[in-house]
């Protein structure tokens, strides 16, 4: 079992950069894939990115090819989204989420969650 908190929100100029993290506790780190979710208001929430255990394959939702990076640091049971060029329309509340022993694309079991933080680009 893992609990995960994030961290990182804030506002951001159109253009901008913001670097989000994600700690995990609990009994292990180990097999979790892990992803990154983000729902604006009145939305459904998006898969944004994702990535295996260890963490040598990711995934990312269109929207943000090429402006996003999901990565993990294993050893800080901490998993990370750069991005940078924000655009308004990423306004949303972000969500780290696990999914034991599956790769971490769109369709995984996603079923830890954590709270959620806010980001805010604005024009």
């Known amino acids: 079992q893992v609990q995960l908190v994030e961290s990182g929100g804030g506002v951001v100029q159109a253009g901008g950069s913001l670097r989000l993290s994600c700690a995990a506790s609990g009994r292990t780190f180990s097999n979790y894939a892990m992803g990154w979710f983000r729902q604006a208001p009145g939305k459904e929430r998006d898969f944004v990115a994702g990535i295996n255990w260890p963490g040598n394959i990711v995934y990312y939702g269109d929207s943000v090819k090429g402006r996003f990076t999901i990565s993990r640091d294993n050893a800080k049971n901490t998993v990370y989204l750069q991005m940078n060029s924000m655009k308004p329309e990423d306004t949303a509340v972000y969500y780290c989420?696990?999914?034991?022993?599956?790769?971490?694309?769109?369709?995984?079991?996603?079923?830890?969650w954590g709270q959620g933080t806010q980001v805010t680009v604005s024009s």
């Open positions: 989420a696990a999914a034991y022993g599956v790769s971490g694309g769109p369709q995984s079991p996603y079923d830890t």
